[in-house]
């Protein structure tokens, strides 16, 4: 597996691959690496002869008061861990070299995508996704860049930058991965103590429970109810629970696909997931 700690090196190493014409996939992460991640790297390789993983904690997507000096920083691992699952390449940039401007320029995602479910508790966030996503693309210049499904929102809104912004790469969205016991793998997941690990998955499944329920005709508002109350009682703090189109993230129009967001706090970790209705 190849490292660049510059662009000139990570740009001469694609550089040589296209002269071969190779396709080239791109995972972007924050590191922390777990299964979830090394799914997106085998699809990548599905997809393409030559596959990138980006390995960069992005400060312009977290908050005031939220967890970026904390973040879980595993290099070492991050990097064994992409060189056995074949990963050709591993980009490791600094934030200098990220945001080289004291005032960078940075994207503003529509309020239609933005202002709602995780946008709506963490404003600015998906100002600061969509930012780093349109420079880590212009510095790999991917042909198709893979993202997973458990942070769907950001998924429609890649998807539409790209569309919007004409970037010619294809977006490819992986279904979340899961532990045995549903919960969605997260590098958050490190933040649950063993009592919260053991009550952490019962947001799968009411999110499950209630799918089940609005495909057999339930009213969304009653269920909404008895779901936050189920979570509460299991020790969440829920955040949000909504029913929404999975293609605009708005109210669901009859016929149109459609998914279930929650994210609720279970001590110091924020757990979002969401799942189809059918
Ligand atoms: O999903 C993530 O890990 C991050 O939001 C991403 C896409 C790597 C941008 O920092």
New binding site residues.
């Given amino acids: 597996m190849y490292s660049a700690d510059s662009l000139d090196r990570l740009r001469a190493v694609i550089e040589r691959w296209r002269q071969d014409g190779d396709g080239v996939a791109f995972v972007?992460?924050?590191g922390n690496l777990h299964d979830g991640h090394l799914a997106l790297l085998a699809e990548a390789r599905r997809r393409a002869k030559r596959t990138v993983a980006?390995i960069?904690v992005?400060p312009t997507?977290f908050g005031p008061g939220e967890d970026y000096a904390s973040y879980p920083r595993t290099r070492q691992a991050d990097l064994a861990a992409l060189e056995s699952a074949g990963c050709d390449l591993v980009w490791l940039p600094e934030v200098e070299q990220m945001y080289p401007l004291e005032q960078p320029f940075m994207l503003k995602v529509p309020d239609s995508l933005s202002d709602r479910l995780c946008g709506a508790s963490r404003p600015g966030h998906f100002d600061g996704?969509a930012s780093?996503?349109l420079r880590?693309f212009s510095q790999v210049r991917p042909d198709v860049a893979v993202?997973?499904e458990k942070?769907f929102q950001?998924l429609v809104i890649?998807r539409r930058m790209v569309e919007d912004l004409s970037l010619g790469i294809r977006i490819a969205g992986l279904p979340t991965v899961r532990e045995a016991d549903g919960l969605a793998m997260s590098s958050r997941n490190a933040y649950l103590d063993e009592d919260e690990r053991s009550r952490a998955p019962v947001l799968y499944r009411v999110l499950i429970e209630m799918a089940g329920s609005l495909a057999n005709g339930a009213d969304f508002k009653a269920l909404r109810a008895a779901s936050l109350a189920k979570l509460e009682a299991a020790g969440f703090r829920p955040d949000y629970l909504e029913w929404r189109s999975a293609g605009h993230l708005a109210e669901v129009q009859p016929g149109e696909p459609s998914r279930l967001f929650a994210a609720a706090w279970l001590g110091k970790a924020r757990l979002i997931d969401n799942v189809p209705v059918d």
Avoid: K, W
């Fill in positions: 972007p992460t924050m980006s960069f992005n997507q996704v780093v996503v880590l993202f997973g942070d950001q890649i």
